[in-house]
């Protein structure tokens, strides 16, 4: 399930045949020239739109961690997401406090529990995902991990995720305890593939904002050889992209003169 950061890259993905595609939180934020988490709930919203009429294929959204704290603001906020045209989201834990990094373990359960009746009450059959993100945020404790990954299961998630998770007994251990609600597995650098990751029961894997971070290595290296030397070695050897949509995309009738 990987991550588009835009209606082509979303396009270009499901032509390439995957069945399922994610948002990422990041990506987003680049292509407005923003740090992550510096999108607002209406613009995520937008965007959320955008990319699911888009393309034909399930979109999983990365709905950060519901652009509120109480859990009755999560709960609003999941209910405007749900009728997006969306096929899932996802509800993490981390507080954005470097002091205190994840929100209190009561409150965290309190919020997917939340985002669960909330989407019950839509009518939508959206997939909730619970993300816990101790290993993002400073925090790498995987007996703590384990047990809000259990809990966020037991309040409604129909999968769990801990991103930056990489140690092959720590995604054994989590699906032992979360086991049967499936895990989401963030692969983000090369340590494993999706061959080996099904092999060890992961039902998902997702890339986060890593294709659009490989798209801004390619871009900023070309800019920078041009401004630095005057040089365009990088211009060698690119795809057709005008063929990749001419071939997947619908004629656009031009106007009656």
Request: charged share 20%.
């Given at each position: 399930m990987p991550n588009p950061w835009d209606v082509g890259s979303a396009r270009a993905l499901q032509a390439?045949?995957?069945k399922a595609l994610a948002t990422t939180s990041a990506g987003l934020a680049w292509t407005l020239g923003r740090a992550d988490n510096q999108v607002s709930l209406d613009e995520a919203l937008a965007h959320f739109r955008t990319i699911a009429a888009a393309v034909e294929v399930p979109v999983n959204v990365d709905f950060e961690g519901g652009f509120a704290v109480e859990p009755r603001q999560v709960a609003a906020n999941v209910k405007q997401a749900a009728v997006s045209g969306i096929a899932g989201l996802s509800i993490e834990d981390s507080s954005g406090d470097s002091?205190?990094?994840?929100?209190?373990?009561?409150?965290?359960?309190?919020?997917?529990?939340?985002?669960?009746?909330?989407?019950?009450?839509?009518?939508?059959?959206v997939v909730l995902t619970g993300r816990s993100e101790g290993f993002v945020c400073g925090r790498p404790d995987i007996d703590e991990t384990i047990r809000r990954l259990r809990a966020y299961a037991e309040a409604g998630a129909d999968c769990v995720y801990a991103p930056r998770v990489i140690a092959v007994e720590h995604i054994k251990a989590i699906m032992a305890a979360v086991s049967p609600t499936p895990?989401?597995?963030?692969?983000?650098?090369?340590?494993?593939?999706?061959?080996?990751?099904?092999?060890?029961?992961?039902?998902?894997?997702?890339?986060?904002?890593?294709?659009?971070?490989?798209?801004?290595?390619?871009?900023?290296?070309?800019?920078?050889?041009?401004?630095?030397?005057?040089t365009f070695t990088q211009f060698e050897g690119l795809p057709d992209v005008d063929g990749l949509f001419r071939a997947t995309s619908p004629r656009v009738s031009e106007p009656p003169s």
């Open positions: 390439l045949g995957f002091v205190d990094p994840l929100h209190d373990f009561e409150l965290s359960v309190a919020r997917v529990a939340a985002a669960r009746e909330a989407i019950d009450a839509s009518g939508t059959g895990v989401n597995l963030l692969i983000n650098a090369p340590f494993l593939t999706v061959a080996e990751a099904a092999a060890l029961g992961v039902r998902r894997v997702s890339v986060g904002g890593t294709l659009a971070r490989r798209a801004w290595k390619g871009f900023l290296e070309a800019a920078r050889e041009i401004a630095h030397s005057g």
